[in-house]
């Protein structure tokens, strides 16, 4: 059989410490224009509820590619094992 080695992506803790950063940044921000903004409780409660909803759709939608990619490079991992185990039974030279 073939031994393919699967590279591991995986970011650095800078990258890490920046998406959170930039995320934390944007959430501050908006929470801090909702509170001055010059506006009713209920309007203002309303931006405040749709925020929070995007903020975790955003979650959801982030956690569903990632589990379709993990499902799609199972998925070819199988496949493949199972070219390569093809490949290795196969015997060009046997008589039929």
Do not use: N
């Not at 803790?13 to 903004?37: D, E, K, N, R």
């Not at 309007?43 to 379709?68: E, H, N, P, Q």
């Amino acid at each position: 059989m073939s031994e393919t080695s699967v590279v591991k992506q995986q970011g650095t803790a800078a990258f890490y410490g920046q998406a959170v950063l930039s995320f934390g940044t944007a959430l501050g921000a908006v929470g801090l224009g909702i509170f001055f903004l010059d506006a009713g409780a209920w309007v203002r409660a309303f931006l405040a509820i749709g925020v929070l909803y995007l903020v975790t759709s955003c979650f959801t939608l982030a956690k569903v590619v990632r589990d379709r990619q993990d499902e799609e490079r199972i998925v070819s991992r199988v496949d493949q094992a199972r070219l390569d185990k093809f490949l290795a039974d196969h015997d060009p030279l046997q008589k039929l």
